[in-house]
Every structure is written in C-alpha cells, then in structure tokens.
T-cell receptor, first 116, second 110 residues
C-alpha cells in the first residue's frame, strides 16, 4: 500500500463541473507535488508546495487551482476543464523541500480523470 | 525534447531472459532515480544513484550510474512476469526539478 493516499480513484466530470482531487500523507514530508500523466508517458510536473507554500507553478492553466490546507493535505480544484485534460493525476511527497538528490518522491496511486 | 532519453521505448521478452534499459543525457545530473510503475498505480522508487560509476544491486536488478553522471542503466537478470511495468528514469540537475525520461514499457511473458 502506498503511503500517499489519493481520492477519488476515478472521476468523470463535465466541462462545466467543479470538482476537487484530494491527497494525504502522514510521513511528515514537507514538500508535496501534483503531476499529470497521460497514458504510456512520464509524469509532468504541475505544482510544488514547500512547507505549505506554493513554490512552483509550471505554467498550469488557471482552471487547475492547488491548495495546501496543512502539511499533510494537498488539494487540486478543477473548474471548466477540457477533454484534453483527461489524464491520471498523481500526487507525490518528499521529505525535504525540493533538493537535488536526497528527496526521492513517494507517489500516490493517482486519480483517473475523464472530462466529457 | 526530452532531457533524459530512454531506450528502448518498448521491450517484450520471455520469462527467464535478461534485459537492459538505458537512460542517456548530454547533461550532468547530481543524482538519478529509477521508478517502476504498474498499471493503475503510481511510480514506485527502485533506487537512487548519486556517485559517478556507482553500481547498486537490488535482488535481480542492477543499476549503474555513468562515470560522468550523464547516463544510467538498469539490468534485470532472469526476468519474471512480476517485473512487467513502465520503467522511468528521473534525474535532478542542480535545480528543483526532477526530469523524467519518456519511460520503457517492459512486458515479461510467462
């Protein structure tokens, strides 16, 4: 079992819906990440939170809005998505704020999002 | 353009055979990590290599980091169906970002 828990596992939403993805870790990690992954492709970084503050936004459209309520929780709020946003959304955490080599990522199992 | 080039993209072998996956770059990395991702799951870290020339073994898996820290390889001996998955190399340069290779899909047939 992964130590990073993501809910829901699957989500189908229309283009006018508002939904949220949730991520939780209790490893005391101080950095948390959102990645987007298309089938048979590597994960693409979206956002990084370090010590509960947004430190990196990889030019993600504003229809994706991250939130870090506390050090264990990470949300991704979705609004007015497009069909091409359908993908596996992965949450990850690492012990330290982003650092060169001593922070391997611990991934959740993702939320499979389908936008209709 | 991918910062880390993985090859091959797909690999299908019979149980018991050996395989090698390569991860190459023109850039120097402070560390390289290998992950395996099974269908419906997130990537799971297999190993981190930090020192140029380093070799790490994990049961039937052998990981090597090139002397110049620009490339890495993953060798699996006597592959088993449980080794099936998407293998991803990922590296840190001197910045925050972990760059992923495009991945190698490995299928081990029973």
């Amino acid at each position: 079992d992964t130590e990073v828990t993501q809910t829901p596992k699957h989500l189908v939403m229309g283009m006018t819906n508002k939904k949220s993805l949730k991520c939780e870790q209790h490893m005391g990690h101080r950095a948390m990440y959102w990645y987007k992954q298309k089938a048979k492709k590597p994960p693409e970084l979206m956002f990084v939170y370090s010590y509960e503050k947004l430190s990196i936004n990889e030019s993600v459209p504003s229809r994706f809005s991250p939130e870090c309520p506390n050090s264990s929780l990470l949300n991704l709020h979705l609004h007015a998505l497009q069909p091409e946003d359908s993908a596996l959304y992965l949450c990850a955490s690492s012990q330290d704020s982003p650092a060169p080599y001593n922070s391997p990522l611990h991934f959740g199992n993702g939320t499979r999002l389908t936008v209709t | 353009t991918q910062l880390l080039e993985q090859s091959p993209q797909f690999l299908s072998i019979q149980e018991g055979e050996n395989l090698t996956v390569y991860c190459n770059s023109s850039s120097v990395f402070s560390s390289l990590q290998w992950y395996r991702q099974e269908p419906g799951e997130g990537p799971v870290l297999l190993v981190t290599v930090v020192t140029g020339g380093e070799v790490k073994k994990l049961k039937r898996l052998t990981f090597q980091f090139g002397d110049a820290r620009k490339d890495s390889s993953l060798h699996i001996t006597a592959a088993q169906p449980g080794d099936t998955g998407l293998y991803l190399c990922a590296g840190h340069r001197n910045d925050y970002k972990l760059s992923f290779g495009a991945g190698t899909t490995v299928t081990v047939r029973a």
